[in-house]
């Protein structure tokens, strides 16, 4: 992610040799996202991440790296938190907290076809299943209870149409949310943030094969449809109009119930929810677009890509066909 606390390789080093991973050869930042400091970790036992949590604690930390444990231990290909000789998860590095995990192989598909989306909705599944056992809880914190917190902060960086906009979909997601449709989606532990950079493929045996998912640290516990939402107005949008791929979205939703069948309750609120993932990625674009932090290495994304993914699932709902 960016770079916001720069990390000399002598502390670096003398936590990789602390978690028995061997000595540090190799120390480079990692580019892209904006939440929290990261770096590529290169040892002679392996390849390792860094990651320094900026806006996280030590009380929040321990949901996070112990639910990646868990799903880990039950074949769900995520990054393995190190410990530490007395079993701790969360370290410190530059004052910070901070974790090291194991570096998933392969690379991203940012152009993904129908059989990477497939691959997606299958895992996604097996792993909301996976995490139906993990017994802590930690609420979703860029939920609902974020966005009412944040819209009131990003309302007058916008223009009178997109502050009606934001504002009327806020209060349809709170009354969702308070309805008894809503109330009784089937919840869980969600990755919360599963777009196409957080994901890796690998080609090198055969045809292309999903071998991770990473970054969970916006992961809690809330609806699995919001997951299925936020990877379908990701994997399965145009990256420039934001209108839904229909043959994309029916490969998704099709390998991601071959898995785990939908109830009725969640088919017919999965509209609702499209648009509520699309809600929440332009409150946080608009967020750090318009508030940013200071950073070594930083690039804000553009949040009119998910103004227009909002309008569009308002105009055109979507149900996957059944």
Same mark, same amino acid.
């Given at each position: 992610m960016a770079v916001y606390t720069e990390v000399g390789f002598a502390e670096a080093d003398?936590?990789?040799?602390?978690l028995g991973l061997g000595p540090l050869t190799e120390l480079r930042g990692i580019q892209s996202g904006i939440e929290n400091t990261n770096y590529y970790a290169t040892t002679v036992k392996g390849q390792w991440v860094l990651t320094l949590f900026e806006r996280l604690d030590d009380t929040q930390l321990?949901?996070?790296?112990?639910l990646m444990q868990h799903l880990?231990?039950?074949g769900i290909p995520v990054p393995a938190p190190q410990p530490a000789p007395d079993g701790r998860l969360v370290h410190r590095v530059g004052g910070k907290p901070a974790s090291v995990v194991t570096r998933l192989p392969?690379?991203?598909?940012?152009?993904?076809?129908a059989p990477h989306c497939a691959q997606v909705g299958a895992m996604l599944a097996r792993m909301h299943?996976?995490?139906a056992s993990f017994q802590m809880q930690q609420p979703h914190l860029r939920g609902l209870a974020w966005w009412v917190e944040t819209v009131p902060v990003v309302l007058p960086h916008l223009q009178p149409a997109q502050a009606k906009l934001i504002t009327e979909e806020l209060a349809y997601q709170q009354a969702l949310a308070a309805s008894p449709a809503g109330l009784a989606l089937p919840t869980g532990p969600i990755h919360a943030d599963l777009f196409r950079d957080n994901v890796m493929f690998d080609d090198?045996?055969?045809?292309d094969a999903l071998c991770g998912f990473f970054d969970f640290y916006f992961a809690g516990t809330d609806t699995w449809l919001f997951d299925i939402a936020v990877c379908l107005n990701d994997w399965c949008s145009d990256l420039h109009s934001g209108e839904l791929d229909e043959p994309r979205a029916t490969a998704f939703m099709r390998a991601y119930e071959a898995e785990r069948e939908l109830t009725h309750g969640e088919?017919?609120?999965?509209? @609702?929810? *499209? $648009?509520? @993932?699309? *809600? $929440?990625?332009w409150i946080s674009r608009l967020w750090d677009w318009h508030l940013p932090r200071a950073a070594a290495m930083l690039s804000p994304k553009d949040p009119s890509f998910f103004e227009r993914v909002l309008q569009h699932r308002i105009?055109?709902?979507?149900?996957?066909p059944r």
């Open positions: 003398a936590l990789c040799q602390q321990p949901y996070y790296l112990k880990a231990e039950r392969g690379s991203h598909r940012l152009r993904p076809e299943l996976a995490g090198t045996a055969g045809p088919v017919r609120a999965l509209p @609702a929810l *499209l $648009r509520a @993932a699309a *809600l $929440r990625f105009q055109r709902p979507w149900h996957p």
